[in-house]
Every structure is written in structure tokens, then in C-alpha cells.
């Protein structure tokens, strides 16, 4: 029977309620050819494609002994989620859970797939050991995962009612067998899946929620109203040892959501996910940051806080210049030991600074006098010496600008080395041959 509103499949293949089988056959190739999107013009396949659609569907239904009679009896609720039409597209999840266990059917030899920590169990069994966890996602800063941390916090949860033991009802009252499900807590339905695609799904029974009985109102019990459980609030602790890591998981052992047909309560397990930081930057045990310096400072050296570490301390250096150290752009200083620490160890790992030198803004150098000032500390500019026939004969004077990048090199072109590809390359070059000399 259908419902008002939706459309009678035997009306879809334009066939009769006692069709064979061979009829539904031969009436769907018909619509099917007739409904084909590539049938038709262009401006009518979207109306064809929802009627080809709507063919396959009612011959996929139809052509089957078992989803013909469920039709038959219920219409398409039969195929909707819960039974219910709820119009729900296919879950990836369902899909899986229907390939792999509690679906299709009840397929030989396929299990049902574990939650976290739990196993498998079908509607209206007892399950027995431990419950399913739940996952959750914290955020720590770097400050915390260097330091450590301790917080608390409030948790709400379902335990057992203790009233009824997580029975359901008052004591000494009797539960009822479901009459929905025949007392198996769960029932097959049929549930689209794709454009003329129906699967098989046991789902727990809406009735009894999948206890295979049920209390009547006046049997209930008071305190949980035969929900079996309650909740109730607990002060917990997160623990969050110094050197933690990015992903690392923190369980609270039995504090997820008690369920009566279990021997014992999930975890609640906390997955860490380490926001950015706006100077620090992290590789494992090591740090690496920025060292700002001037001009003057790469040149003369400095004695000075450069940076505040994770813990508050400030970091100084002492760059002597007498010892003739000069610090150039994009050097890096290692400093053993003042990277994160390592759990359960006094050792830490090292920090990296990558050195920028701030180049004074143009115009500085007010007059020609500042000028040679500047020329008479600094080193002397070695002249271009060219050997024998190499000297240019003719010398052309010319103007330039500055570019911020090499982005318009080659531009327009299909030169594979354009916008700068080539200095990419000797960059890399560079850098690895840096890396093989530490």
C-alpha cells in the first residue's frame, strides 16, 4: 500500500498488483528505454533521469520476493530510515557497519565491527564487557605541553539507576514481551542506498529499545523512568605530562557512559591537538624560532635578551665581536638543551635560531660625510680584476629598480625555469650542502 503522496511502483512500470515476475521484467525494459536520460533532448534529461531513477527503483523493489511483500504490506516507510521516512541519504558508516556486521542480513561468518575499546553486539543481547569510549579532541597550547598540565573539570555521564539496579522497573514487576519484534530486540528493514538501490539492515527495535521487553508506564521505574539509567555529574582530573605531543592520547579509565548490559564503563580518552604558536615553532623535541638583530648588531655583535622562552625565562646571548664572529642572514644558532623536554627525563631537546638581519630603511645615511664614515670601518671593496683580453671594451652605464621577487622572470614564457624556478633549485642545493657540513 502507499502512502498519500508518494508514488505506487506497480503505477511507476505501469504493470498490475498481481504481475509476474516476468511481467515486472519486461515492463521495466520498457520504461527504461523509454526513460533513458541520453533518450532524449538535452532540456528533458533531468526530467528523465528522475523517472529512470524512479523505474529502477520500483523494478529493484519489485522484482524481489521478500522487499516486494514488504511494499506490499507498509509501502515505502518499509525502506525509509527507522522505518520512518526520514529521507536520509546513505551513511558511509551504515554502509560499512551493513558490509561488516549487523547488516545485510545477517551474513555467515561477518561479526559485528567494536566500538573504541568495546566489542560487538546486537540488539536485545546482553553485551557484556567493557562499554563503548568516547573520543574527544583538547586543545593545549605550547606553554602547557612544556610545562605540563593538571586541570579539572566537570563531567556529566549516565550511570546505572540505582534504584532499579538498571532494570527498568519497580521491583518485583514483570517486563512484557515486545510484540514488535517477537521479543529479538531488533528488526529488519530495507533502506535505500542509491538510485535503485535497497540493503537489508537490522536495526534495535523502536519499541523496546532493543531490549526485546518492555515495562508498562505504571510498572516503570520511578527514579529513571524506565530508562535503565541517570545521569549524574563528577568533578574529573586531566593530567598532561611536560613534553606531551601533537596526537598523543590521554585516558580517563571507566568514566565514559555506564550502560547496565555492560561489565564495566568505557574510557574517556582526550586526543591532543597542539594550537600554533605565534614564535615557537616545533619538530618532535626541538624549537625553532626567529633571532631578530640589527644591522649594527650583525656587524659588531650584542650582549642582550633575545627571546622569552615557553617557561617565562628570558634567552640572552652574547655575540662578542672582538672575536671576529659576524652573524649573516638566514645563519642559524643551536642551542643545546633549550628545546622541549622529553617524558619522563631532565633532558630536553635543542632550540634553532634562524637569524634576520633588519636592514635600515633608505635614506639613513643623511650626507656624503656619513657616507665615507661608514665606507672608512667597513671592509674594503675588492675591484673586478679581469685577466689578459678579458677587459670590456666598451662600458654602458644603466638604470635599475628593485622587485620584491623573481616572480616576472621568464614570465609569458613556457620556459620551464620562469619565475624563479632556478634560484628554487640552487637554494635546495644550498641547503643540502649546508646540511651534510652540520
Known amino acids: 500500500m ?3 503522496g508518494e508514488p505506487d511502483l506497480y503505477e511507476v512500470l505501469g504493470i498490475s498488483k498481481g504481475a509476474s515476475k516476468s511481467e515486472i521484467k519486461k515492463a521495466y525494459h520498457k520504461a527504461a528505454l523509454s526513460s533513458h536520460p541520453d533518450k532524449v533532448p538535452e532540456d528533458q534529461r533531468e526530467e528523465a533521469d528522475a523517472k529512470f531513477k524512479s523505474v529502477s527503483q520500483a523494478y529493484e523493489i519489485l522484482n524481489d520476493d521478500d522487499t516486494r511483500d514488504m511494499y506490499d504490506q507498509h509501502g515505502m516507510a518499509a525502506f525509509e530510515k527507522g522505518g520512518a521516512g526520514g529521507g536520509q541519504g546513505p551513511d558511509l558508516d551504515d554502509i560499512l557497519a551493513q558490509m561488516f556486521g549487523g547488516g545485510m542480513g545477517g551474513m555467515p561468518g561477518m561479526g559485528g565491527m567494536p566500538g573504541m575499546g568495546g566489542h560487538s553486539h546486537g540488539p536485545g543481547q546482553r553485551k557484556g564487557g567493557k562499554g563503548r569510549s568516547e573520543l574527544q ?5 605550547l606553554e602547557e605541553l612544556y610545562k605540563g598540565k593538571t586541570t579539572r573539570f566537570a563531567s556529566t555521564k549516565k550511570v546505572v539507576c540505582e534504584h532499579c539496579k538498571g532494570s527498568g522497573g519497580k521491583e518485583k514487576a514483570k517486563a512484557k514481551p515486545c510484540d514488535t519484534c517477537k521479543g529479538r530486540g531488533q528488526t529488519t528493514q530495507l533502506r535505500p542506498v542509491g538510485p535503485g538501490l535497497v540493503t537489508q539492515e537490522t536495526v534495535a527495535c523502536s519499541t ?3 531490549r526485546g521487553s518492555f515495562y508498562a508506564d505504571k510498572d516503570k521505574c520511578k527514579k529513571c523512568k524506565g530508562v535503565r539509567t541517570v545521569s549524574a555529574k563528577k568533578i574529573l582530573e586531566l593530567y598532561i605530562p ?4 601533537e596526537g598523543e592520547k590521554i585516558v580517563l579509565a571507566g568514566e565514559a557512559d555506564q550502560d547496565p548490559d555492560d561489565d564495566s564503563p568505557g574510557d574517556i ?3 591532543l591537538v597542539e594550537e600554533t604558536h605565534k614564535v615557537f615553532h616545533r619538530a618532535g623535541a626541538d ?3 626567529q633571532l631578530e638583530i640589527s644591522l649594527a648588531e650583525a656587524l659588531t655583535g650584542f650582549h642582550r635578551v633575545v627571546l622569552t622562552h615557553l617557561d617565562g625565562r628570558g634567552i640572552s646571548l652574547n655575540v662578542q665581536q672582538p672575536e671576529g664572529q659576524v652573524l649573516r642572514p638566514d645563519e642559524i644558532l643551536k642551542i643545546p638543551g633549550e628545546g622541549m623536554p622529553l617524558k619522563r627525563s631532565d633532558a630536553k631537546g635543542d632550540l634553532y635560531l634562524t637569524v634576520n638581519v633588519k ?9 656624503q660625510a656619513a657616507v665615507d664614515k661608514v665606507r672608512a670601518v667597513l671592509p674594503k671593496t675588492e675591484p673586478i680584476t679581469y685577466g ?10 644603466v638604470d635599475f629598480i628593485t622587485v620584491d621577487s623573481m616572480e616576472e622572470f621568464g614570465a609569458d614564457s613556457d620556459d620551464p625555469r620562469a619565475g624563479g624556478e632556478w634560484e628554487d633549485d640552487e637554494d635546495e642545493g644550498a641547503g643540502g650542502a649546508q646540511c651534510q657540513q652540520q
Open 287 to 289: 624549537l625553532q624560532a
Open 242 to 245: 611536560r613534553g606531551s605531543r
Open 269 to 271: 580518552v582526550f586526543e
Open 388 to 397: 689578459p683580453g678579458e677587459t670590456p671594451e666598451l662600458v654602458d652605464e
Open 2 to 4: 502507499s502512502a498519500p
Open 137 to 141: 579532541q583538547y586543545e593545549v597550547t
Open 359 to 367: 636592514f635600515p630603511e633608505d635614506g639613513w645615511l643623511k650626507d
Open 208 to 210: 523496546c529499545s532493543g
